[in-house]
C-alpha cells in the first residue's frame, strides 16, 4: 500500500494528502493568511487583476472542476464574474470539509449549481451529469498544487485532466514561480509556526486513520529550498530514536532522520509550458504579478 511503500523505504515519506483532514485544511487556510505565504495572496491580486480576461478564455464552459477545492476564496471571483449557468464541482479529499465549503457557495450563489465530489483526485473519480448542449469542461487548480508532486507524476496528472475534459476542454491553472530562496524558506517555516502545526497535524491524522502511533512531541518541522531540483521540502525530524507502528507495520527512526512530507516545485514559464505540452496541452495566456512571483496559465486540450 502506498502508506508502507513512502514510511518503511530507506528514505521515509508520507503522503501529502493525509495533510487533510478537518483541522488540516483549516491549519492550511491560516497558513494562506500569513505575512510570508506570499502564494495565496499573490494569486489572487492576479485574479483580480486579470478575471475578465480570464472568464473571457474559458468561455462558454458547462463546468468548472476545481481540484483540490479548500475554502474556494479565489473561486468565488470566477463564480462571481462566470455565467450563472455554469456547474461548479469542487473535488476535495475533506469530505466534511467539502461539504462544509459548498453549503457556503449555495448560500452566496442561490443560482448556481454545486455539485461537490469528496475524492481523491491524484485518481480517476465520475463526474456528475452534464446536459450535453454544455458538454465543454474546464479545469480549475489554483494555488500551485501542482507543484506537490514529482515532476513524472504532475505530467501524469495533466494527463488525466486533459483526458477528463476531452478535447476542447481547457486548463486554467496556477503555478509558483522560481525566486530568491529566502522568499521561498520564509514562506514555509512561518514565524508564528502555523505550517509546523500544519506538518505535526499530518501525523495526528495517520494516528487516526491508519492505526498509527507518532509522539507528535517527538518531532520538529523542517523545510528547506533544494536548489538542485528547484522545489521546497518540508520534513518532520525526529528529535529522538522512536520506535512507530504505522498500519500494522513497525520501523525503527533513528535520531535526526527525516521523514519527508512535501514538495513544492517551482517553475519558469517555458519549463511548465513544455511540461504541459507533453501532457497534451497548449498555451493559451499566461498571467503574472508585477514581481513575477506566482503565474496563472489558460491551457487548451
Known sequence: MELHRGFFSDQPSLPSKYFYDQSGSELFDEICELDEYYPTRTEASIMRECVDDMVDAIGS?????EYGSGSSLKT???LEHMHPDVTYVPVDISGDYLEQVAGKLRRDFPSRRIAPI???????????????TKSRDVVYFPGSTIGNFRPAFAATLLSQMRNQVGTGGGLLIGFDLQKDPSVLEAAYDDR?????L???NLLRHLNRVADGNFNLDAYR?????NDRDHRIEMHLECCREQQVTLAGRSRTLAKSQRILT??????TIDGFTQMAAASGWKREQIW????EYFAVGMFRS
Open 198 to 200: 500544519f506538518n505535526l
Open 288 to 291: 503574472m504579478d508585477s514581481n
Open 221 to 225: 518541522h523542517v523545510a528547506l529550498y
Open 192 to 196: 508564528r509556526g502555523v505550517t509546523a
Open 262 to 267: 512535501e514538495l513544492s516545485h517551482k517553475y
Open 76 to 78: 468565488r471571483l470566477l
Open 118 to 132: 469528496a475524492a481523491d483526485f491524484t485518481r480517476p473519480f465520475r463526474l456528475p451529469s452534464s446536459d450535453a
Open 61 to 65: 464552459a458547462g463546468r468548472l472542476i
